[in-house]
């Protein structure tokens, strides 16, 4: 019973597709994220949904676009993908403003875009 | 704005020996902090977290951390390491427990263990 679930772990695509990450949380959790780590392991936020509703895009492109259809769930979709795009991509959730928690995380989706 | 500076990017240490890994952050108030470990090839297991009360906290596999205002540091320590403990370890800082701002990452400290 995975907490925060991402499928698929692995993704080799050629330049120029789409592609979609899933990510489903069986946590009640409030708000979700997907975060991007770069090949020098660095990790930074990219989204933040609340109850479906977006709050932050970091200077993300807009190639890139969450989609929420559910609080349970928040899916990834890249288009046009780049060279540049290749990274472990990571969902997390957490409960919406409550102390004494934190963060869930997948297991990330390593994307490799040939 | 947050942030989060992890000084060592490599730290290596004897199987045995003591740890220390440093964590300094930035934040405007007072700050939520965590330390998160990575595996090759794994995800992000949280080690421990702060938000309040003892400013020595407490985590799994050993680990502890202290948050030292003063310093704005919250740094990892473990009295004896172990092979397994070999992994990438990132400090974190947030607005909230758990909101719509997510989490600051340092850079990360690649963990190194001698036999």
């Known amino acids: 019973d995975t907490a925060v679930s991402q499928t698929p772990k692995y993704l080799v695509t050629q330049m120029g597709n789409d592609k979609s990450i899933k990510c489903e949380q069986n946590?009640?959790?409030?708000?979700m994220y997907w975060y991007k780590q770069d090949s020098k392991k660095f990790l930074k936020i990219m989204f933040s949904?609340?109850?479906?509703?977006?709050?932050i895009n970091e200077t993300v492109p807009n190639r890139f676009s969450p989609k929420s259809p559910d609080k349970a769930h928040l899916n990834l979709h890249i288009n046009s993908l780049e060279l540049g795009d290749s990274a472990v991509y990571f969902c997390?959730?957490?409960?919406?403003?409550?102390?004494?928690?934190?963060?869930?995380f997948g297991s990330g989706t390593r994307l490799t875009v040939v | 704005a947050q942030s989060v500076t992890q000084p060592d990017i490599h730290i290596t240490v004897s199987e045995g020996a003591s740890l220390e890994l440093r964590c300094n952050y930035s934040?405007?108030?007072?700050?939520?902090l965590f330390w998160y470990v990575q595996s090759p090839g794994q995800g992000l297991q949280l080690l421990l977290k702060?938000?309040?009360?003892?400013?020595l906290v407490q985590g799994i596999k050993g680990f502890e951390a202290e948050f030292k205002r003063s310093q704005s540091s919250f740094n990892l320590r473990k009295p004896s390491v172990h092979w397994s403990d070999a992994a990438e370890y990132f400090c974190?800082?947030?607005?909230?427990?758990?909101?719509?701002?997510?989490?600051?990452f340092g850079k990360g400290t690649h963990l190194i263990i001698q036999p």
């Open positions: 702060y938000f309040s009360g003892d400013t």
């Open positions: 934040y405007g108030a007072t700050p939520y």
């Open positions: 997390a959730s957490s409960p919406y403003t409550t102390d004494n928690y934190g963060y869930t």
């Open positions: 974190a800082v947030g607005a909230t427990g758990g909101g719509a701002d997510g989490l600051t």
């Open positions: 946590l009640g959790h409030d708000t």
């Open positions: 949904y609340n109850n479906k509703e977006l709050i």
